[in-house]
């Protein structure tokens, strides 16, 4: 992890999972769904300029979830 402005940045991981429907809803079917995930700050300027472009990307990504997760300043 970098500290960047207040910021933490991460490496990227590309991880995959699925999940698997219960017994009980019928026929078995594995579910699978990409995630994009944005850890975001009202205090956090960098969060602040990225947020119209991943409003963006989400419209031209439809077959993706993109997330946002609200961080607190602790």
Same mark, same amino acid.
């Given at each position: 992890?970098? %500290?960047?402005?207040? =910021?933490?940045?991460? %490496?990227?991981?590309? #991880?995959? #999972? ?9 026929? %078995? #079917? ?6 994009? +995930?944005?850890?975001? +700050?009202?205090?956090?300027?960098? =969060? ?27």
């Amino acid at each position: 992890m970098d %500290q960047r402005g207040g =910021c933490s940045t991460f %490496q990227r991981h590309t #991880h995959h #999972h699925s999940r698997r429907a219960a017994a009980n809803d019928g026929p %078995q #079917h594995v579910l699978m769904l990409q995630v994009v +995930a944005n850890f975001s +700050a009202s205090w956090c300027g960098p =969060c602040r300029v990225i947020a119209p472009i991943y409003t963006e990307m989400s419209k031209t990504y439809p077959q993706l979830m993109f997330l946002t997760i609200d961080m607190l300043m602790t």
